[in-house]
């Protein structure tokens, strides 16, 4: 079956910290996989995606290696900001329109 | 338009009530979802519509009761709900054509149930 694990948090960091956020998954046949992004009060934003091996996704600062052989897609970012803080999801999506979510990790960057 | 609005952003009602959530998108999309989630945990799918057709329910109780409409269009019917109910409520859409596609979150319609 399709399952993505997640790094637990909760994660504090200070200013310009190096953020890594750990995903890996299991799945059937070759999913794509995501980053989302939830500021308190708000709904799920699309941080970045990579739909097949080795492809890195990346968006505001933030990458993201589809890893086959590992079957990882770690988060990372160089040097956080505390507008950064946010509850970060890692998501697979395989045939049939459904998205499996990891647990969510909880970020706070502190000035 | 790159955009899913749901309406209302708060809603609180009682347990003999009857209320509806709505959704928008016009970006084509053609699959339509409702998630609940509860603080702190992720996203748990109640209902997938696929071409206005439901295609998934995830055993949710029937005083939950979607709608499609339209293409355009997601309704979520409340009526006699539970404290336990109490969440934010999120559509979702996205492109069907090979389910692997992105999807686009609204955001969201936070529920209290009293």
């Known amino acids: 079956g399709n399952s993505v694990t997640q790094m637990e948090g909760p994660v504090t960091l200070s200013e310009e910290a190096f953020l890594t956020i750990n995903c890996t998954y299991t799945?059937?046949?070759?999913?794509?996989l995501f980053w989302y992004v939830q500021y308190p009060g708000e709904g799920l934003q699309l941080l970045l995606k990579?739909?097949?091996?080795?492809d890195k996704g990346s968006n505001k600062g933030f990458e993201a290696t589809y890893r086959k052989e590992t079957t990882s897609f770690h988060l990372e970012k160089g040097s956080v900001q505390v507008s950064d803080s946010a509850v970060y999801f890692c998501?697979?999506?395989?045939?049939?329109?459904?998205?499996?979510f990891g647990t969510g990790t909880s970020l706070t960057v502190i000035p | 338009d790159t955009e899913v609005t749901q309406t209302p952003k708060h809603l609180v009602m009682g347990m003999t009530n009857k209320k509806s959530l709505k959704c928008e998108q016009h970006m084509g999309h053609r699959a339509m979802y409702w998630y609940k989630q509860k603080a702190k945990k992720p996203p748990e799918l109640m209902f997938v519509y696929s071409y206005e057709k439901l295609s998934i329910n995830e055993s949710v109780p029937s005083r939950f009761s979607p709608e499609c409409p339209n293409s355009s269009l997601l309704n979520l019917h409340l009526h006699a709900l539970q404290p336990e109910d109490s969440a934010l409520y999120l559509c979702?859409?996205?492109?069907?054509?090979?389910?692997?596609?992105?999807?686009?979150f609204g955001p969201g319609t936070r529920l209290t149930v009293l």
């Open positions: 998501a697979l999506s395989s045939t049939g329109n459904q998205f499996y």
């Open positions: 979702a859409s996205s492109h069907p054509s090979t389910g692997k596609n992105e999807q686009f």
């Open positions: 799945a059937t046949g070759y999913p794509s």
């Open positions: 990579a739909t097949k091996a080795d």
